[in-house]
């Protein structure tokens, strides 16, 4: 009895990360005036795909949310699960690389994935990476060839759908990838909206860009706890941020965050307890 029971409690966790959802958002960021008559700039925010050869479902999924006709995309990493994932991440996100996007990279972008002992996780213990080299670079050039700008380290401003963007972004503070003076001060305060990404959810860098004057700050890597009580209680986040702002929308001081629960999870860790993969969109509209 208790063997089927823990048999048929993993197979509705696998099941659940096939559950694919989109989450909106609204938020009054813009001056009045600034959309100039239409309703809202949409951001896609997207992350942990970890993706696998084969996941046909997920990059249905992924394809379809072109639908969502969204200004921009933004994507915060961990892309890969297997070392021969790219051609799937690509035909994935392909209809979304025609839309403006920018993104960062997480560790499980560069090394690969490897067992992971369920113990250290919910013990919220931070493990070494494998510093097995996945085909990152590739990816990369993929993305920016396609239009995307890499956000890792740079100031980025650009218009999208007619808005003045400040985007500034570091690599994974995860395993402390992340240096925070290459991007250090405050956005163009001639832009319409300003962004921070990191892959995870640190407080260094978010207590950074808070302080900077960021308007908005995006990031993934949580999982939204991956294995959840109900509700989607998070037990862990994998990251220094505290458990009740593990995934989605919330304020960080002056400025607000979103933690994508994310569209994947480790080949080694197939399942998702009250906690489906999730891409979110965020309508930004004008203050009233």
């Known amino acids: 009895m208790t063997g089927a029971l823990g048999l048929s409690t993993i197979t509705w966790g696998a099941l659940q990360t096939r559950d694919f ?167 163009n305060p001639d832009a319409d909206l300003s962004i921070g990404l990191l892959h995870a959810p640190y407080r260094r860098v978010l207590d950074a860009f808070e302080a900077d004057g960021y308007q908005l700050a995006l990031s993934g890597h949580t999982h939204g706890g991956q294995i959840c009580l109900p509700g989607g209680r998070a037990l862990v986040t994998n990251a220094d941020i505290d458990r009740e702002r593990a995934s989605g929308l919330h304020r960080y001081g002056d400025m607000w965050m979103h933690v994508s629960p994310g569209l994947g999870q480790s080949k080694y860790a197939p399942v998702r307890f009250f906690c489906p993969p999730t891409a979110a969109r965020i309508r930004v509209t004008e203050q009233r």
């Open 21 to 187: 959802r989109v989450v909106d958002y609204s938020l009054e960021l813009l001056k009045p005036g600034t959309l100039q008559g239409r309703e809202s700039f949409n951001i896609l925010h997207v992350a942990d795909l970890h993706m696998i050869p084969g996941q046909r479902k997920k990059v249905e999924f992924v394809q379809a949310l072109a639908e969502l006709e969204p200004d921009l995309v933004v994507n915060t990493g961990d892309n890969l699960s297997d070392m021969n994932a790219v051609p799937w991440v690509l035909d994935a996100l392909g209809p979304l690389l025609d839309v403006p996007g920018v993104f960062v990279f997480g560790t499980n972008d560069y090394w690969a994935p490897q067992p992971v002992n369920p113990m250290k996780y919910l013990l919220d213990q931070k493990r070494e990476p494998s510093y097995v080299d996945l085909p990152w670079e590739g990816m990369r050039a993929a993305f920016i060839e396609r239009g995307w700008q890499d956000a890792t380290h740079q100031r980025l401003e650009f218009k999208a759908s007619g808005l003045r963007l400040a985007v500034s972004g570091v690599d994974d503070p995860h395993h402390k990838l992340d240096e925070y003076s290459k991007i250090a001060g405050a956005p």
